[in-house]
């Protein structure tokens, strides 16, 4: 069993005020950073029930396959730039990339509210689907073993064209933003403080959903302005902000703590020395270039494993996202106000447990079993959420455990990199594990939306997300906390 380490003797007065200052000034801004980007990057779940009626009830005619390859082909372009982006993080400038990601994935996702329309024909001059096809032909290959039709391009309208084309690009625009933030939290976080802050900044996944479900559905069913449909505003509306927050960042985040005016001068040499401490502790005796750094950590082993961990479980994560909406519209007798709730309730849940889960971890400094216990809790809920049959309250009590597995390993999840890794070693290993993990978001929307339109039921892709969730967990057991980190963490 993974041994625990006991606690560091009490901080100073300077630690405690650094630590308090740091966090109040980075958090709440990188929270709504965060919140933005999951809500433009999933906000095709609510938007797609309208998108899937016909033409002429104000919807492009797609259908459940359409949405989940669209949905897919996001993180495509998402792996394309993953680890140059998280590199640049780490070697140039944060505040600059980030502001670059925010301000073009916000370009790009407003402009998913013109799909259909005469300003994005000139998209059609070029067949994207036959461009795409190669790519998901190999990827529906893998999909093939488990015995799901891979997918078929046969819908190619100039409509369909266009949200394939929009979704790769609002994947290439985002790619490096996630995995930037793991990384710069490290520039101002110590690892023993590092589960918190990254739960503080993860928590805008479920808020994301908790605000932007209802948001989303909202602005669908009551924005007609200029006499366009409501889910063309769900888009657009979502969009502008992260644009105007791009130009925020480059004044407000800085990328080092010796760069920070905001720090006053006994706080930022007391955290400055700190992660210097942590950098030596984990330097290698011989200093190696970047090059050398990143093929080390692309090569390790812990780098594989936690990339495997997290391809598994974010299928089963967006596999379940993006149709929640469209499996509770489905809820016989409910309102639309009902169904949207039930569909909130899983990410409250998954919100308290994903700060409980990583407080504890800190506070025990155990990593393992924090990130253990939730997956193994979320695919054992899983199943009983398919046995629960038209069972209303055990569905909605098997969501919100479904809820609370996916979310709370999360920020414990991401302690691991830079646990055994120096800096740009770590920051490499953070962008292949999520570039590949990610993978995961084409995976599981293009399953589900398969085995949705072969069986007319959202039961068989269900029962596939929850072996991924147990799959990720048991791969999760054969994780190791190196020797050193024990002992300084």
Same mark, same amino acid.
């Given at each position: ?105 916000? !370009? ?127 888009? !657009? ?103 949207? !709730? !039930? ?147």
């Amino acid at each position: 069993m993974e041994q625990t380490v006991p606690m560091s003797s009490a901080l100073s007065p300077v630690a405690v005020r650094a630590r308090k200052r740091i966090t109040w000034r980075l958090m709440p801004f990188l929270l709504l950073l965060y919140f933005l980007a999951y809500i433009d990057r999933t906000n095709v779940g609510v938007a797609a029930i309208n998108m899937k009626r016909s033409l002429g009830e104000g919807g492009l005619g797609f259908d459940d396959a359409v949405i989940g390859i669209g949905a897919g082909i996001f993180f495509i372009g998402y792996f394309l730039l993953e680890i140059p982006g998280t590199l640049i993080v780490e070697k140039w400038s944060a505040r600059k990339w980030i502001a670059r990601i925010m301000i073009s994935w916000g !370009i790009v996702a407003a402009l998913m509210g013109l799909i259909g329309t005469s300003y994005l024909n000139f998209l059609c001059v070029v067949d994207w689907c036959a461009i795409f096809r190669p790519v998901t032909t190999v990827l529906g290959w893998i999909t093939a073993l488990i015995g799901v039709k891979p997918p078929e391009m046969t819908n190619c309208s100039c409509e369909v064209k266009q949200f394939y084309f929009l979704r790769f690009i609002l994947g290439i625009a985002e790619a490096g933003f996630f995995p930037g933030i793991i990384v710069y939290l490290s520039h101002w976080f110590r690892y023993e403080d590092r589960a918190k802050a990254k739960s503080q900044f993860m928590i805008g996944l479920p808020i994301a959903t908790i605000i932007g479900l209802p948001l989303s559905q909202w602005i669908m069913h009551k924005v007609q302005w200029g006499g366009m449909e409501g889910w063309r505003w769900v888009y !657009i509306l979502e969009g502008i902000p992260s644009v105007i927050l791009g130009f925020v960042v480059l004044y407000f985040l800085t990328d080092w703590p010796h760069e920070a005016k905001w720090l006053p001068e006994d706080e930022k040499q007391w955290i400055s020395e700190e992660l210097a401490r942590e950098r030596r502790e984990k330097q290698a005796a011989e200093k190696m270039s970047l090059w050398q750094e990143t093929k080390l950590a692309l090569r390790k082993k812990e780098t594989i494993l936690l990339a495997v961990i997290y391809l598994c479980i974010v299928i089963g994560y967006y596999g379940l996202t993006f149709f929640i909406p469209s499996i509770t519209a489905r809820m016989q007798g409910r309102s639309v106000t009902e169904q949207t !709730i !039930i569909g909130m309730l899983p990410y409250i849940c998954g919100l308290f447990a994903m700060l409980w889960n990583a407080k504890h971890s800190d506070q025990t400094r155990e990593r393992r079993w924090h990130t253990v216990w939730p997956l193994i809790l979320g695919a054992i809920s899983m199943g009983l959420l398919i046995l629960s049959g038209d069972n209303l309250a055990l569905v909605i009590l098997f969501f919100c455990l479904v809820g609370i597995g996916v979310h709370a390993y999360l920020p414990v999840f991401w302690t691991w990199p830079t646990a055994f890794m120096t800096s740009a070693m770590a920051a490499a290993a953070v962008g292949l594990i999520n570039s590949v993990g990610n993978l995961g978001g084409y995976f599981g929307p293009q399953v589900v939306g398969q085995m949705k339109k072969d069986s007319g039921s959202y039961m068989p892709g269900l029962k596939f997300l929850g072996v991924s969730i147990l799959l990720s967990g048991v791969f999760a057991m054969l994780l190791k906390l190196p020797t050193r980190s024990k002992e300084k963490a």
